[in-house]
């Protein structure tokens, strides 16, 4: 890392200007895919499955056509003779755009159905005669595996079973040494559950193409328009020249919005046979029951250590259940993403996972919500085994992190799973945690609530989190390597444009990499404008999710930037007539050494490029582009610890207080990292205390809606206490780590862990998120800690 | 189905005029009859508040609403919350203190604080609460935007004195 140089500049990095792309959205003129208004638009609906499971005898399509303002309906059979009834996932499997043989979850997409108005096309899914014959239903993945279960992807030549694959990481025999000789072997076994993203903004396009041009643009609600473009153009054989995705304003992503899914596809289908623009905005109950769900991991982690707290050995027997298709989101090589960060913040002499991914009638997936590829349920397994080793060998959670950590000299620290951790400072983060939190007061105060028969409880999580994919030689997804890109071109009076393969979908960027362009050139932030989402006019990446925009379209960002300023210097050493290496350049000016009266502006620089006085050698204009391949993941950490209270009548669990201390790196916009941190708490904390998508036997949904998928509201959403810690990342060009998954890795079990430490007195080890109310209560009767 | 019927309505101040199917919900006239795509679409169970306008100054989810309903009545939505004068307090506040990321709940969420600071302009931070309680916003935790009522509720009140 070259070190951030402390600028002067209006917004340069480490201050928190106010967010430039809040001027639209507080007027309401915001510009997202349902807002688009196309001449002649035509809308679409889809009719999804009623069954989990079920052969499709026949579909009649005749009352639909039938109804008023009712174009087409488009059935699975109408798909093959375009080769499109079939899809390739991003994991490597098929997904049935419409179903043709069967249907496998509830919910899934049967007819598409064209109409002038969307109410039109609604009515018409009434008109949609499907028959069907039921067949017997998988929702447990353990039943999945049984040698009876019934095949539910007999559309695989030869598939026998409903296993998926099995990924391994680590030593297992070297495991199994370290475990031999341990004094102590905590096990836990647990459910982390399916649970979804639920952006605000559901799923949707409006696919337009044109006849004469033969342009098909598509409005999508999309986190990686690029590497979208290019899967449309291999899947659908269009001309990736004549495809244009627009990702327009995005209202949330949260991973939501990386799979491609068969209404887009449809809907775009639809656009090329009819000529017209159609549109497909999925419902929130679409959105719920059939888009990219997230985690569903039944892990059994096993850790071992001596009897005075010395951590061994980790392992972990990972059955995961994907639905009914592999349409997970992770890099191609990854199929169960990163989890073997599962070691986190401490140093362990051996590990070793093994993860079955398996098929159910569900719905298909699952995608990284909000977290870098399966990082999430990783953390959430060592640091609950943690705290249940604390809870066995009677020493205090906090001290045995600490006698755990990996140690800052250790960096880089080779992890027994392979991952070579870029830095960190695990304690120093952590003390700052207990100050805040008031640590020693707390436990004086818990003992004597236990003493007077009160219910309270402080649980910890030390995580740490691999984000930034990034590393092409290890990373890519379906062939593309996952790097990005930046293109910054300044115009003559030295205000310019910069131009993203990153997208937002909230996270600010049109701010905050104008704030890298203003570090780095020492151009204010207000006098770059930032471009991103529209395939056509901005350079290729792979998009944002996973914690990587930063990482990678930041560092491409600086990158660039930095190939600009040293045109500048050349410039500047002409025009003023000496070396460039006689040059220092600070906050926007290039002074000559030893003579601060010699100095010439960047916005002067940039002039001198579009003037005729320029050496022959040098090539006019101000502009460059950076694809940047990271060398490297980056490894953010931090500690949590919260605070709990609980009902012992109802079963209520009350957050006192949650502290969040993270290390992100530099901080580009300490505002904006602040807000990533309370919006991904407040989502680790609907999924700690509310949220599941839960399934009955016959595979009927729960959860598709927001009156039974409960996400925080304002009354019980906690407030943040929040803390700094800053190792800048070492390869990183201005040390940033990423930030915006931190909060939902680290948090959840934070919140199980001040429950469980609350309830182990009463022989406790573990409760299953959610953590609602009145499963608190049956474990606390069952205790006999409750009355009925 | 049925007839079309025309309902008028003033719409942040202007009279309007759209044609309609009775079964047309109002935040559907609102979008699509009128243009005013501020306002949105989060859930099909009322639960979200994406859709909030303001109907004769009362908050309502006009996803829940025939557009009918709203014949001859006053409605307020997003668009209309900035006067020649400028951003509203609330507009204001919510870009100050960072109150929104992707902006999707926002318009939906800073016409219930109007209403909420026109009916009781020193809200404590439970009765700010409660008040947006039935606006779900899934980016931002909500700390920055009870801190945004809390800048409009002082700049009102600066205003007023
Ligand atoms: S759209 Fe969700 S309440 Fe109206
Ligand atoms: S800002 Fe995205 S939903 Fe509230």
Redesign the pocket.
Known sequence: MTAATESTVNGAIGQSPKRVEDDRFIRGMGNYVDDVQLPGMLHMAIYRSPFAHATINSIDTSRALAMPGVVACITGQDLVAHGLAWMPTLAGDTQAVLATDKVRFQGQEVVCVIAKTSYQAEDALEGIDVDYDPLPVIVDPKRALDADAPIIRSDLEGKTDNHIFTWESGDAEATDRVFAEADIVIKLDTLYPRIHPAPMETCGAVADYNKATGKMTIHLTSQAPHAHRTLFAMVAGLPEQKLRIISPDVGGGFGNKVPIYPGYVVATAASLLIGKPVKWVES?TENLMSTGFARDYHMEGELAATKDGKMLGLRANVLADHGAFNAQAQPSKWPAGFFNIATGSYDLQAAHCKVDGVYTNKAPGGIAYRCSFRVTEAAYLIERLVDNLAHETGIDAAELRKQNFIQPEQFPYKSPMGWEYDSGDYEKAMNIALELVGYEELRKEQAEKRAKGEVMGIGFSSFTEIVGAGMSKICDIAGLAMIDSAELRIHPTGKGVLKLGVQSQGQGHETTFAQIVANELGIPYTDIAVEHGDTDHTPYGLGTYASRSTPTGGAATAIVARKLREKARQIAAHLLECAPDDLEFDSGTFTVKGSPEKSKTIQECVFGAYQSDLPDDMEKGFEDVTYYDAPEMTYPFGTYICVVDIDKGTGQVKVRKFVAVDDCGTRINPMIVDGQIHGGLTQGFGTAMMELISFDEDGNCFGGN?MDYLIPTAVESPDWTLGECTTPSPHHPFGAKGVGESPTVGSPQAFVNAVVDALHPYGITNIDMPLSSHKVWKVLRDAGVTDE | MSDKMIVKATVNGEECEALVEPRTLL?HMIRESLHLTGT?????????????VLLDGKPV????ILAVQANGREIATVEGLETAAGLSVVQEGFKEEHGLHCGYCTP?MMMTVTALLEENPDPTEDEIRKAIS?N?CRCTGYVNIIKAVQYAAGKKEGAAA
């Open positions: 929130r927001f | 935040v949105h679409i989060g859930c099909d169970t009322t639960s979200c508040g994406a859709c909030t989810k006009s996803c829940t939906g039935g779900l």
